[in-house]
C-alpha cells in the first residue's frame, strides 16, 4: 500500500523512522499472518512438535483425521444453518464485484444491531487488520500502547516495534487500570481484550471509564470484544461508542458465529477514530460469502446466541468437572477456551505430552509458563480431551531424548 505523503510527513513527526514506515506500507494484511490466532496457536504447535501438525490447511501440515484439535478457540458449530444458506446462495454470484444478497445488509445490520450511528462502524475481514492498524494510527515511538499481561494484543506492536508496557492483571485476573494509567500516562492506546484472551475472564465496566477519565487527552480506549458474545449484552462497549467517548471496538464473527475461515469483523467508533485506522488499509472488498454468512446470522436474534452459549457451556463443564476431579488448576472462563495447569509439568510439557495422545491444545504464556490455553470443543472432543490429560497425569512430564 502507498502511503499519502500527508500521512507518510505525520508519521516522521511523530517519531517513526522511515524502516518503520515501510513496515507500515506493507500494510496490516502484510503482518498479520505472523501474528494473528491461528499463526501463533501455531507457533505454540511447532515449539512441542519441531514441526507443522494437525489438521491441514494454512499451514497446519498433514491432516490427521484421528487428531483432536482444539488450539485457536475455533468454534466447532461452524457458521448457523441460516448463514451457510445465505453464503450458498450468494456464492454462484461471485463472478460480480456486489452481488446481489444478504451482503448487502452487513453493513447495516452491524450499525442497527448495536443501535450506533452508520458511520461510527467500519467493516473489516475479521477483527485483527483494525487492531494492527490500532498501532500506527495511535501508537507512537514516543506514545506507547498499554495493556494487560497475559493479554493478546501486543504482536503488532512488537512486529513494528514501538514501545509497548504489559501491566500483570489483578488476583480477580481483571485488568489492572490504575497500574495501566501509572505505567505510561502519556501513552496513546489502552488496549483491554474483554473477556481477556487467555484468562476468559471480564473487566468491569467501572475500570473502562477509570481508564476514560485519567488518560492523556488524545489517547484511545481500545476494547478488544471478540469473545463478548459469550458473557452477555450487559458487558458490550458499544454504548460507550455512541456516547462520542475516545473508545474504539472492534469485533469479529470468528468466534461465537463460528466464522474464523470466513472473515468478517468490525471496528466501532467516532467517525474520526476510525479514519485514523482505515487510513492504514485493510478495508477495501470485503468477501461476499462471509458477509451474506455474517447478516443472516445476526438477522437470526437472540435464539441462536442463547444455543450457542449452551452448547459451549455443557461442552466446557465436561472439562472443568473432570479438572476439578483431578486436582487441576484451572482459571473459570466464561468463554470458549480457559487457562490450567497440572501440577509438576510446565505448559508446553503439557501441550507436548497431550499431543502424544493425538490431543493438540492451545499455547503457552511466557507470564504463566506453567499453564497452557485448551479451546473448547465438541462434547466429542472435550471426552477424549479428559481421557488424554488423565493418562497425561498419571505418566507425567514427557521424557527428553
Known amino acids: 500500500m502507498a502511503l499519502k505523503p500527508k500521512l507518510t510527513e505525520s508519521l516522521l513527526e511523530r517519531g517513526y523512522s522511515r524502516r518503520q514506515i515501510a513496515k507500515i506500507a506493507m500494510g496490516a494484511g502484510a503482518a498479520i499472518p505472523f501474528f494473528n490466532e491461528f499463526a501463533l496457536a ?43 444458506e445465505a453464503l450458498i446462495k450468494v456464492a454462484p454470484l461471485g463472478w460480480r464485484y456486489s452481488p446481489q444478497g444478504d451482503n448487502l445488509e452487513f453493513n447495516s445490520l452491524l450499525a442497527s444491531t448495536e443501535n450506533v450511528p452508520q458511520d461510527h462502524v467500519t467493516a473489516y475481514p475479521g477483527s485483527s487488520i483494525p487492531l494492527a492498524n490500532a498501532v500506527p494510527a495511535f501508537t507512537s515511538p514516543t506514545r506507547s500502547w498499554v495493556m494487560g499481561a497475559p493479554g493478546y494484543g501486543n504482536h503488532a506492536n512488537k512486529w513494528l516495534g514501538n514501545k509497548a508496557h504489559t501491566v500483570p492483571l489483578r488476583k480477580d485476573y481483571s485488568h489492572d487500570v490504575e497500574a495501566m494509567i501509572k505505567a505510561d500516562p502519556n501513552a496513546g492506546a489502552y488496549y483491554i481484550c474483554n473477556p481477556n484472551n487467555p484468562t476468559g475472564t471480564l473487566t468491569p465496566r467501572k475500570d473502562f471509564e477509570y481508564i476514560l477519565a485519567n488518560k492523556a487527552k488524545d489517547a484511545v480506549l481500545i476494547i478488544d470484544e471478540a469473545y463478548v458474545h459469550f458473557s452477555g449484552q ?7 461508542v ?12 470468528s468466534k461465537i458465529y463460528g466464522m474464523a475461515g470466513l472473515r ?121 480431551f479428559n481421557a488424554a490429560l488423565d493418562a497425561v497425569i498419571k505418566e507425567g512430564p514427557p521424557k527428553v531424548g
Open 42 to 84: 501455531q507457533q505454540a504447535v511447532d515449539a512441542q512438535a519441531g514441526g507443522r501438525g494437525g489438521r491441514g490447511g494454512g499451514g497446519r501440515g498433514v491432516y490427521d483425521p484421528e487428531m483432536v484439535v482444539i488450539t485457536s478457540n475455533e468454534n466447532p458449530m461452524g457458521p448457523c444453518k441460516e448463514g451457510v
Open 234 to 240: 450487559e458487558n458490550m462497549s458499544t454504548d460507550l
Open 242 to 253: 455512541k456516547a462520542g467517548k475516545d473508545v474504539v471496538v472492534l469485533r469479529t464473527f
Open 264 to 384: 468478517a469483523g468490525a471496528a466501532y467508533g467516532r467517525p474520526d477514530l476510525l479514519a485514523k485506522i482505515s487510513q492504514y488499509g485493510g478495508t477495501g472488498f470485503m468477501p461476499v460469502t462471509a458477509t451474506a454468512c455474517a447478516a443472516a446470522s445476526m438477522k437470526v436474534g437472540p435464539s441462536l446466541m442463547k444455543e450457542r452459549l449452551e452448547i459451549n457451556k455443557k461442552n466446557r463443564d465436561l472439562a472443568f468437572e473432570f479438572l476439578q476431579k483431578k486436582g487441576v488448576r484451572y482459571i473459570n472462563s466464561g468463554t470458549n477456551f480457559f487457562m490450567m495447569e497440572v501440577k509438576g509439568m510446565t505448559g508446553a510439557q503439557v501441550g507436548t505430552a497431550m499431543r502424544a495422545k493425538k490431543v493438540q491444545i492451545g499455547r503457552v504464556w511466557q507470564e504463566w509458563p506453567e499453564m497452557v490455553r485448551v479451546t473448547v470443543g465438541t462434547w466429542d472432543e472435550m471426552t477424549k
